[in-house]
């Protein structure tokens, strides 16, 4: 009898099996069951037939048979489709690709095909991840509810591992000499590579951590530990994990891609059998939720957290749809089917746009108001029964229930896929979050949690348009703005009819000032929550607030703010402090100038600082001018979006590139690189710029550059005021001559 926490699942190839890892109460051990997965194929009957010929004859297929199955979301009606059971468990994918050629990639309807097949096993024998289980090697039984709030968790042990290499060049590269290996305090050294890896690695395998955590495991130590294994003819010994049948490899190997219009990187996926291994430095999960929160995105989304630390959000939440189809029996296509409607030039202008946006009154403002509607896309599809299947459905009177603008008919007889998924998520985050601020709770821990969630929730309003989105369709999202500017509008009506002014607002959240006040900002909230149907809460209340202009337009900028709550707490969006590529010490100088006006708590105390936030400003100037700045601080990060060679114009980025080469490091698209501008006025690539890796305290730095960037942050944050960045740079110029 087996009695423990189900931490990881992966199919055994060769011998036709799925290997579940059981953490009991002293060891974890590896159950093996038998699993033969199958796919569907759906066709005009006279093709379906043929394929049927066809298979019957293949080697590689163990049984066909005729079924009668759910194809379409939200529908009741079966379609016959062939039921295809492949002979080994390694040729799933590649029989189903086959049939897809044959078909010339349009005639044959596959599915169930592209699925994790960890996932599938576990949901098929109703398991998830990290569930508490009991039973034998033939049969586990849940003692746990997949969904519940308070569940007991495995206490994993774990350890950090790291290494250290001996540096041939400026530059660290996979090839040079590997000198230590550091597994929590504990330092391996020794002069051959091979001892020193294998030392490692038996210690490793002593103390038998669940999780290893590292810095860069996936883009450099263990690529680096393959490299010089692989020049000893000693792959095999990098058995990092607990199943001795696999030794470390990539699961998927690194690649470039593009999201929202900006060029990203993903390492390869270095993940092991039995035992987890979390990257820290690139796990976007682990950086906003921590191991709580992938622990518990995990057992509702049955994706191992392994995996899951180095997703997206949107993979997750495409995993609880496909999860939840998959429940009420339909079956899953391997292409998406739906096509976007056909629209009219004018149709397009009405229906292809965003959220409503309140154009922000630039400049000072006293106690302000800031309301945000709770998840408002969420709630909107849950509301609104907004899903794939549920826009034009053909059982509704179609006068019923029409999207604002859009009059796109909507469904009202049954729960749409993504309402039904999300209505628990929205309520699991709003309870974790309940706890968050409660002192009875781990509150560190919960908000983690609500963390966790709240991305999960951002992004599945993204997903409804995105292209590739299984369950997506353009209509859904559509119908969401639409609605969303519909509730706006209404609760700008309902702010306005109870004397307040509407300052700024932006798709889900709107600052008001008092001008004759007929309720107080809490029951405020609460008409705005009646009338809309949506829950609308008080962000906070400002002593000040400035609202920032464009700086080429001098209209409000959309998302470019700064103030001070009543609770004396700054918040500050779209300044250079907010964002990644800015070096260090312009965020710092950002900080000083927001900490003197911090100290004012009305408008005429504001402006009086003024003059004192310009000294912090001419007091950094000086420091630049002096030398007296870290040239560590100056380093500016920046994201190539291509190689060097598809450059065309020699920039700052093509020079930090051209060193690098120099090196023989070329980074890959979605890649960054740091630099310190050394001569901006140059075109030598080597006089420009300073990679970061070349660095040293008796590097130069380009003054007049790093004065020219000191004042155009003052003029973000003074702009408003009068001050523009080219009379703020003679300033500090004369500042310089005066005072230094």
Request: proline fraction near 5%; aromatic fraction near 10%; glycine fraction near 6%.
């Amino acid at each position: 009898m087996i009695s423990g926490f189900l931490v990881d699942v992966y199919p055994d190839y060769k011998h036709d099996m799925m290997r579940l890892w059981i953490k009991t109460k002293h060891k974890t051990v590896p159950i093996d069951q038998s699993y033969q997965p199958t796919f569907y194929v759906s066709a005009a009957a006279s093709d379906l037939k043929r394929l049927h010929r066809q298979l019957s004859q293949h080697p590689e297929v163990k049984h066909l048979r005729w079924t009668m199955e759910q194809t379409i979301l939200g529908s009741m009606q079966k379609q016959k489709v062939l039921e295809v059971t492949p002979s080994r468990l390694s040729m799933f994918h590649q029989l189903a690709k086959q049939i897809d050629l044959w078909g010339g990639y349009h005639r044959y309807q596959l599915y169930n095909v592209d699925l994790r097949l960890p996932t599938r096993f576990l949901q098929q024998h109703n398991l998830f991840f990290n569930a508490r289980v009991k039973g034998d090697a033939n049969h586990l039984a849940v003692d746990d509810d997949q969904w519940a709030v308070d569940y007991p968790s495995p206490d994993f042990s774990s350890c950090m591992f790291s290494i250290r290499q001996e540096k041939k060049r400026k530059i660290t590269r996979f090839d040079d000499p590997l000198r230590a290996i550091t597994i929590d305090d504990i330092v391996f050294e020794a002069e051959n590579e091979v001892d020193l890896m294998r030392s490692a690695i038996n210690h490793l395998h002593r103390i038998d951590p669940d999780i290893m955590y590292t810095q860069q495991g996936d883009s450099r130590i263990f690529p680096t530990l393959c490299h010089h294994a692989k020049n000893h003819g000693a792959l095999s010994m990098l058995q990092f994990g607990r199943d001795p049948l696999f030794s470390l490899h990539p699961l998927k190997e690194e690649k470039s891609y593009m999201s929202y219009g900006r060029i990203l990187h993903r390492p390869g996926f270095y993940m092991l059998k039995g035992r987890v291994h979390i990257d820290c430095a690139h796990s976007f999960f682990h950086m906003e939720g921590g191991l709580h929160g992938l622990i518990d995105l995990s057992r509702c989304s049955n994706i191992s957290f392994q995996l899951l630390s180095r997703l997206g959000p949107g993979t997750a939440i495409s995993q609880i749809q496909v999860n939840d189809a998959l429940g009420r029996g339909y079956l899953i296509p391997f292409k998406k089917t739906i096509p976007e409607r056909w629209k009219s030039a004018a149709d397009l202008l009405t229906s292809d746009r965003g959220g409503l946006i309140f154009e922000p009154v630039v400049g000072l403002h006293e106690q302000v108001i800031e309301l945000d509607f709770a998840s408002l896309y969420p709630n909107i599809m849950v509301n609104y029964n907004i899903s794939p299947e549920t826009m034009f459905c053909s059982c509704c009177d179609h006068t019923v229930q029409l999207v604002p603008q859009l009059n796109y008919p909507i469904c009202t007889k049954q729960t749409g896929l993504l309402p039904r998924v999300l209505r628990p998520i929205l309520q699991r985050r709003f309870l974790f979050k309940a706890r968050a601020k409660n002192p009875g709770y781990d509150q560190k821990r919960y908000e983690q949690l609500q963390k966790t969630w709240k991305w999960v929730l951002i992004v599945c309003f993204g997903y409804t348009g995105y292209r590739n989105a299984r369950y997506g369709r353009i209509e859904c999202h559509e119908s969401i703005t639409a609605y969303s500017r519909d509730l706006l509008l209404k609760a700008a009506k309902v702010v306005e009819q109870a004397g307040y002014q509407v300052l700024h607002g932006i798709v889900d959240s709107l600052w008001i000032q008092a001008k004759n006040p007929k309720v107080k900002p809490v029951r405020l909230t609460r008409l705005i929550s009646q009338r809309t149907g949506v829950r609308m809460e008080l962000e906070g209340q400002y002593h000040w607030i400035v609202f920032l202009p464009c700086k080429d337009t001098g209209v409000g900028a959309l998302n470019r703010y700064y103030g001070l709550f009543i609770t004396k707490k700054m918040k500050t969006r779209g300044v250079e402090l907010r964002q990644h590529n800015t070096p260090g010490f312009f965020k710092e100088v950002q900080q000083r100038v927001l900490a003197v006006f911090q100290k004012a708590l009305d408008k005429q105390t504001f402006y009086d600082r003024i003059p004192e936030a310009l000294m912090v400003l001419f007091d950094a100037a000086c420091d630049l001018f002096d030398q007296q700045v870290n040239p560590f601080d100056l380093v500016f990060t920046t994201r190539i979006s291509k190689p060097l060679a598809s450059y065309k114009v020699n920039t700052l980025t093509t020079a930090a590139l051209t060193q690098l080469a120099r090196f023989d490091v070329h980074p890959k698209p979605g890649q960054i690189i740091q630099y310190l501008v050394s001569d901006e006025k140059t075109r030598i690539p080597a006089d420009r710029v300073c990679i970061k890796e070349l660095l040293d305290h008796s590097t130069p730095i380009d003054c007049s550059f790093y004065l020219r960037y000191l004042a155009q942050c003052g003029e973000t944050l003074l702009l408003p005021f009068g001050y523009r960045k080219d009379d703020l740079e003679r300033a500090l110029l004369t500042s310089i001559r005066e005072r230094c």
